[in-house]
Nanobody, 117 residues
């Protein structure tokens, strides 16, 4: 059974930091590229950052310079370190796994990040 579990969300003050994680099970993690997306209320889901199976990263403009993605294939986990958070970063954050050949996607259930004083 494929699972992507994303603990780590919560409430943080503006300027604060938060680390999200996404623990994968039920598939061969090293054969998948991983991405983080976010969706704010009333807005479309948008890509935040991508990391290939080999570790190549691609950051979308919205949070570039304030976030770092990393993956630990031994732990089947991808991380998203977020710094200097802004109220406009408030959203549901989702991780996605994409198979490197078939492009099949798996999504996590999402974790809420709220940036507010």
């Amino acid at each position: 059974q494929v699972q992507l579990v994303e603990p780590g969300g919560g409430l943080v003050q503006p300027g604060g930091s938060l680390r999200l994680s996404c623990a994968a099970s039920g598939f061969t993690f090293s054969n998948y590229a991983m991405s983080w997306y976010r969706q704010a209320p009333g807005k479309e889901r948008e890509l935040v950052v991508y990391i290939s199976a080999g570790g190549t990263t691609n950051y979308a403009d919205a949070m570039k310079g304030r976030i770092t993605i990393s993956r630990d294939n031994a732990k089947n986990t991808v991380y998203l370190q977020m710094n200097s958070l802004k109220p406009e970063d408030t959203a549901m954050y989702y991780c996605k796994a994409t198979h490197i050949w078939t492009k099949r996607d798996y999504w996590g259930q999402g974790t809420q990040v709220t940036v507010s004083s």
